[in-house]
């Protein structure tokens, strides 16, 4: 099975170093979904001082508001995506409706957020936008500039991310044991052409990686750099699981299907049923050597995995994929 995801995209690019020294590009917009971590938002927007173009933070409440210092930055707005239409809409898509185990999430918004901002970005015009989650250290201009050189050529740009690992419960179990860990792009630092992305992303765990999908079929999708993620207590919260595994059998499925050039497979349920049962030994396996503080949250993802079968992966994939139609119509301001 695929261990190392950056295999699928382009790592590094030898040209951008040409553009560096006599060039500046910036995003048009930085977006910042927000929920509730705000001394997280304001060290991240204190490291921003110098960005002399919109930020936007996308939050769910104006009274979030109030404790975020503004003062050292140029331009920034809030926006409540709550109070928008076209969120309505991104509601009303197929993956966000579907009630199910693999959606025990509560009031994780994050994916309405940045789904919302790709939209927001073409309505205010914007070719490029950087996507940051709050959570981010390590951003410095010359980390942008690359990225920016990079989108030139792709439709998603974005920084590996090193140190805390930016991965599941399971894979932070995992890295506990030895496991080889590959840091890939996520959703916390991507730079976007929202007019060239023919991604959205799902409510699904690993929504971002579903998100570049579209792109890395296209291979209009590189790595640039590297970027910090501030660690966290991975856990402090067994429903975590609950929230994780479906959408780890998915990406990571779809991913192993992309890396053997057999994507049309995606569809099959001998492949879905090979898949699962591949991770339930590995997770099994897994619990065999866990320390005790582990077992409960692996047992958990054993439970959860369970439930899930082949024809749910591909129900989901087929309404994941209507879903890219139907979100391409309202970007198109058809839908």
């Given at each position: 099975?695929?261990?190392?995801?950056?295999?699928l995209?382009?790592?590094?690019?030898n040209?951008?170093?040409?553009f560096?020294?006599?060039?500046e590009r910036?995003?048009?917009a930085i977006?910042?979904?927000?929920?509730?971590?705000y001394?997280?938002l304001?060290?991240?927007?204190l490291?921003?001082n110098?960005?002399?173009?919109e930020?936007?933070i996308?939050v769910?409440?104006?009274?979030?508001?109030?404790?975020?210092?503004?003062?050292?930055?140029?331009k920034?707005?809030?926006?409540n995506?709550?109070k928008?239409?076209?969120?309505g809409k991104?509601k009303?898509?197929?993956?966000f409706k579907t009630?199910?185990?693999?959606?025990?999430?509560?009031?994780w918004?994050?994916?309405?957020?940045r789904?919302f901002?790709?939209?927001?970005a073409?309505?205010?015009g914007?070719?490029?936008?950087?996507?940051?989650?709050?959570?981010?250290?390590g951003?410095?201009?010359?980390?942008?500039?690359k990225?920016?050189?990079?989108?030139e050529s792709?439709?998603?740009?974005g920084?590996?991310v090193e140190?805390?690992p930016?991965?599941?419960?399971?894979?932070?179990?995992?890295?506990k044991?030895?496991?080889?860990y590959?840091?890939?792009l996520?959703?916390?630092f991507l730079f976007?052409?929202?007019?060239?992305?023919d991604g959205f992303?799902?409510l699904?765990?690993?929504?971002?990686?579903?998100?570049?999908?579209?792109?890395i079929?296209?291979?209009?999708i590189?790595a640039?750099d590297m970027?910090?993620?501030?660690?966290?207590?991975?856990?402090d919260d067994i429903?975590?699981?609950k929230?994780?595994e479906?959408?780890?059998?998915?990406a990571?499925?779809?991913f192993?299907?992309?890396?053997?050039?057999?994507?049309e497979?995606?569809?099959?349920e001998?492949f879905?049923?090979?898949?699962?049962?591949?991770?339930?030994?590995?997770?099994?396996?897994?619990?065999?050597q866990?320390?005790?503080?582990?077992v409960?949250?692996?047992k958990?993802?054993?439970?959860?995995?369970?439930k899930?079968?082949a024809?749910?992966?591909?129900?989901f994939?087929?309404?994941?994929?209507?879903?890219?139609?139907?979100?391409k119509?309202i970007?198109?301001?058809e839908?």
């Open positions: 099975m695929l261990e190392n995801p950056q295999t995209i382009n790592i590094g690019n040209s951008i170093n040409d560096l020294e006599n060039s910036l995003p048009d977006y910042i979904p927000f929920l509730n971590r001394n997280n304001n060290e991240l927007l490291s921003l110098w960005f002399d173009r930020i936007i996308l769910s409440d104006e009274n979030e508001t109030t404790q975020i210092d503004t003062t050292k930055n140029y920034v707005s809030f926006v995506c709550s928008f239409e076209v969120t991104i009303k898509l197929r993956t009630v199910s185990f693999h959606h025990d999430i509560d009031d918004d994050l994916p309405i957020k789904n901002a790709l939209l927001h073409i309505q205010n914007f070719d490029s936008i950087l996507l940051i989650d709050d959570d981010i250290d951003i410095t201009k010359r980390i942008i500039n990225g920016m050189i990079a989108l792709n439709n998603i740009s920084c590996l140190g805390f930016d991965t599941s419960v399971i894979g932070h179990i995992e890295q044991y030895g496991e080889p590959y840091p890939f996520s959703g916390n976007i052409n929202p007019n060239k992305t992303f799902p699904i765990y690993n929504e971002d990686w579903l998100f570049m999908i579209p792109s079929n296209q291979k209009k590189s640039v970027i910090f993620q501030k660690s966290y207590d991975p856990f429903c975590r699981i929230l994780q479906f959408g780890e059998v998915i990571e499925g779809l192993e299907l992309i890396s053997q050039q057999k994507f497979d995606r569809y099959s001998k879905w049923n090979e898949y699962l049962n591949y991770r339930k030994s590995y997770v099994e396996e897994l619990l065999q866990a320390d005790k503080k582990y409960p949250f692996i958990e993802s054993l439970t959860t995995s369970e899930i079968k024809n749910n992966c591909i129900d994939i087929k309404n994941w994929e209507e879903d890219i139609l139907t979100f119509k970007k198109n301001n839908g």
